[in-house]
DNA sequence: CTCTTATGTTAACATTGTTTACATATAAAA
DNA sequence: TTTTATATGTAAACAATGTTAACATAAGAG
């Protein structure tokens, strides 16, 4: 249907694209149908036209956010170029601030309120396209090159998921003023992680100040 | 007042604890007024004489949620007379359960949306009577006994506590089939923290047969 | 005994997501 | 070309929700 006075011509997707907007600065709970009918001049049940409901629409906006995410956090991650540990330190450090920017999508994301979604979305998404598929694979390369310790791959990459996801999630939900020492904490949480993890089978490069000091401790 | 046929007598006691048991079994969405005021054989407004809004009930509900949640977490903790990495360990085996065993009220406590509430609670109560409190004690104490490298006790506890809420978001919040594996990744994440805080100037004694085995390693 | 106060009810509101009946315009069929 | 079907939009109404205002009831103070 082409574009003229009664009918918008495009409006599925200026639903989508205004909602996802929307998520990258408000709340989810203030994305109300009235917010996107108001930002496209329509009328308040124009959406059902294009979406069988809110939800609907909200797993799509979910299916985006997910690609925004992966495509942020894993390339670095499956970067055979650089050393192993650096693409960990750096993943880290860009997962956390992806949380910081993106709160709401975060938890839009990675809640409760929708994981019947994310769940697909993932049990779909082949394991080298997504983000926690390249932390796995991440971690199974680094046991089969002697950095990481023998163990359950999915188990270690669970671990390693969490510490950042619960750093992330008391980042941005508030707690305490951990939000100003993030950085920082990072940092904690990166070198816990590594003595966790690492083995000692073999010599670990990193180009990384940071990570070549917590490698190579002053005697 | 008294009760009578009109007056129910101690309305605001039984609307608080149908809520807290309510949120016990159930999602918070589901608490509405009117289930409040169905199950106080009341009117839906008659909650508007007790507190102000729903909200300042909920805030209510948090405030008893964190007394319930500081109880069942932190005694162990403080309970110097057992080995420090044995309180530690048992203390992420209980709060994860707990966590399991009360969702909605994990959730309520934790999210950013009453999280004004969960900060004011958290600065108002002393250091020495909420779980947060106990776990830098603990930190503190591990410190002065050498057991735990020395470092910045905040950061060490934010460290240990987000990698908790993590593995707990990730069970409650259905991320995978992480739940399944919830005991088994305690003990590894429980493994993780302590080969990244342990000190190895003293020797470290643990009731706990894996606790133990973790920090002799067969050679 | 009157009257103030605490507590509860009823009726109404705005906001929300949603559905139903109707309107409009393009595409397909005759 | 005219008719019809389909896609897309609107308007009006729904129920559920939190909330407020006006009214009702009962207990205690004076």
Redesign the pocket.
């Known amino acids: ?2 574009r ?6 495009n ?1 599925k997707e200026e639903f989508l694209k205004i909602a996802f907007e929307f998520i990258h600065k408000e709340d989810v709970d203030k994305l ?3 917010v996107l009918s108001d930002a496209t001049g ?5 959406i ?3 979406f069988s ?3 609907a629409l909200m797993e799509e906006i979910i299916r985006l956010g997910f690609e925004e995410f992966d495509s942020v956090t894993s390339p670095i991650l499956r970067d055979q170029e650089q050393p192993l540990v650096d693409r960990f330190y750096k993943t880290s450090k860009i997962y956390i601030n992806w949380a910081k920017e993106n709160p709401n999508l975060y938890r839009l994301l990675f809640g409760r309120r929708y994981a019947y979604i994310r769940e697909e979305t993932l049990s779909i998404k082949d394991e080298s396209c997504d983000a926690f598929g390249a932390l796995k694979h991440a971690v199974e390369e680094g046991q089969e090159k002697g950095i990481l310790k023998k163990d359950d791959s999915l188990k270690q990459s669970v671990v390693i998921w969490a510490s950042l996801h619960g750093l992330a999630s008391l980042i941005i939900d508030g707690f305490m003023n951990v939000a100003e020492l993030s950085d920082e904490l990072v940092d904690d949480m990166f070198r816990s992680l590594l003595a966790g993890c690492v083995s000692n089978k073999v010599k670990i490069i990193s180009t990384i100040p940071f990570v070549s000091g917590i490698l190579e401790p002053k005697p």
């Open positions: 249907m082409k003229n006075d009664y009918h918008h011509g409006l109300t149908l009235k329509t009328s308040r049940s124009a059902y036209r294009h409901s809110k939800d």
